[in-house]
């Protein structure tokens, strides 16, 4: 018997511990955000984003695009390199993912299937990802 069947409320514990986390932190981010006062619309401004969808990001939580760093993997493309090469495109992807309203599916499905490409019919960066794939001449 694994400790998972033995006690499965430990496993419900730790997720219900890491929710709790992370929406301590994206409570703290919005409250730093709103700190910053009138300075949200310049701040906002600055790095191409609307206050309202600065405040939306920040809301979501430090956590928001996991599924995008867990698709990068899959499709074998170097996050750390994409941040160094091309901080733009990078940010773009964030931001999608961050906001996107398939979450849950996205990870069940990657979780279920992670070599299946029917996460392309729903993700809004799948044309994007597409062309960073090694195959498409992107450097990795």
């Given at each position: 018997?694994?400790?998972s069947?033995?006690?499965?409320?430990?496993l419900?514990?730790?997720?219900?511990?890491?929710?709790?986390?992370?929406?301590r932190?994206?409570?703290?981010?919005?409250?730093?955000?709103?700190?910053?006062?009138?300075?949200?619309?310049?701040?906002?401004?600055?790095?191409?984003?609307?206050?309202?969808?600065?405040?939306n990001?920040?809301?979501?939580g430090?956590?928001?695009?996991?599924?995008?760093?867990?698709?990068?993997?899959?499709?074998?493309l170097?996050?750390?390199?994409?941040?160094?090469?091309?901080?733009?495109?990078?940010?773009?992807?964030?931001?999608?993912?961050?906001?996107?309203?398939?979450?849950?599916?996205?990870?069940?499905?990657?979780?279920?299937?992670?070599?299946?490409?029917?996460?392309?019919?729903?993700?809004?960066?799948?044309?994007?990802?597409?062309?960073?794939?090694?195959?498409?001449?992107?450097?990795?």
């Amino acid at each position: 018997m694994t400790s998972s069947t033995a006690y499965p409320w430990t496993l419900a514990s730790t997720g219900i511990a890491a929710w709790w986390r992370n929406m301590r932190a994206a409570r703290a981010s919005l409250g730093e955000l709103e700190q910053c006062g009138k300075d949200v619309t310049r701040i906002a401004r600055d790095i191409g984003l609307a206050p309202s969808e600065l405040r939306n990001i920040a809301r979501k939580g430090p956590d928001a695009a996991d599924q995008l760093r867990l698709r990068l993997e899959a499709l074998h493309l170097d996050r750390a390199a994409m941040q160094r090469d091309e901080p733009l495109i990078m940010r773009d992807l964030e931001r999608v993912c961050t906001q996107c309203g398939s979450k849950r599916r996205c990870t069940r499905d990657f979780v279920r299937f992670p070599d299946d490409t029917g996460w392309r019919e729903y993700c809004p960066n799948a044309t994007t990802l597409d062309a960073l794939k090694p195959e498409s001449g992107f450097p990795t």
